[in-house]
């Protein structure tokens, strides 16, 4: 006698998800994740850059007592560049040498504490990182007191003659090209250090083994493998290096003034918003294309 199965009705268990539906929505669901970041975006980065385009566009005869009129005025572009291209390239002249500066302390650093500092690497790593527990004001100051005329580090170079009896170290581009290597050289360490900590030393024997020097190393195995540590490295410390005023204000004087000191001055003093939002926009197209210079050439040597 065959008996047949009732399949029970009623239970209140809803119907299994068909696996289409299923799919589709795991394919919505990174989207939906990327909400969040995209909205707080496009409502603190995306509509300040755009209110920052109208505000160079504005007429530069208007002021804050008379108001602004968006009178397109695209020549404001050429003036501002025109009035100050020395301070455009003194900002990229002392970023670049600072990162030098910067690349020549910070790769061995890098190396020193991902392969050789042993149980020593995180009391290092927090050392790099320690200076940034502070404001940048405060560090800056710092320097501001050690390289002043009267500090010991400057009596010293005097009294071995490396200085002369007037010399000085504040208020000089020494001191803003100081002031930028030492607070923005946690930036370039970290990404050097994560690149640098996955290096398989077994790649270094076999190249010791082919009879390649401590230089051939070095150049066919340790720098190409660190080299994605290296370009994001750079770009986290020469992007704010160009903009930032804060050296030169306390470390130079106006004949050491970046252009993130212009544009301070054309938001907060002179109240010129379209001369400040024109030079604002020319300097963020400036390291745009910098950056994107950069990145194409690091990937055409990654590349061959």
């Keep these: 006698m065959t008996v047949l199965a009732q399949v029970p009705t009623g239970s209140g268990q809803p119907p ?22 995209a909205a707080w975006l496009l409502v603190f980065f995306g509509v300040p850059l755009v209110q920052l385009a109208a505000a160079s566009l504005y007429d530069p005869s208007g002021s804050l007592s008379t108001g602004y009129a968006l009178t397109w005025a695209f020549g404001n572009y050429p003036d501002v560049l025109q009035a100050y291209w020395p301070q455009f390239l003194r900002s990229f002249g ?6 030098v500066l910067a690349l020549l302390l910070g790769y061995p650093l890098a190396y020193a504490i991902a392969q050789k500092a042993g149980r020593w690497k995180n009391l290092l790593l927090v050392c790099v990182v320690a200076p940034m527990f502070t404001s940048f004001l405060v560090r800056t100051l710092a320097w501001k007191t050690i390289l002043s005329d009267n500090g010991a580090l400057v009596g010293l170079l005097r009294d071995v003659h490396l200085l002369a009896p007037d010399g000085r170290l504040l208020a000089t581009p020494f001191a803003v090209v100081l002031g ?30 082919l009879y390649a020097s401590p230089v051939q190393a070095f150049r066919r195995v340790t720098l190409p493998l660190s080299m994605p540590g290296l370009v994001a490295g750079t770009l986290l410390f020469f992007i704010p290096a160009s903009g930032d005023y804060i050296n030169a204000e306390l470390l130079g004087t106006p004949n050491e003034y970046m252009i993130g000191n212009v544009i301070d001055s054309a938001f907060l003093v002179r109240l010129d918003y379209p001369q400040g939002a024109a030079l604002s926009f020319l300097l963020m197209a400036a390291i745009l294309a910098m950056v994107f210079g950069y990145l194409r050439r690091a990937g055409t040597e990654e590349v061959l």
């Design 16 to 37: 299994p998800t068909p696996p289409a539906a299923r799919s589709g929505r795991h394919r919505l669901l990174p989207y939906l994740l990327l909400l969040p970041g």
């Design 94 to 99: 002392y970023a670049g040498i600072a990162l």
């Design 180 to 209: 930028l290597t030492y607070n923005f050289l946690p930036f370039l360490v970290l990404p050097l250090y994560a690149s640098l900590e996955r290096l398989d030393h077994r790649l270094l024997e076999a190249a010791s083994d």
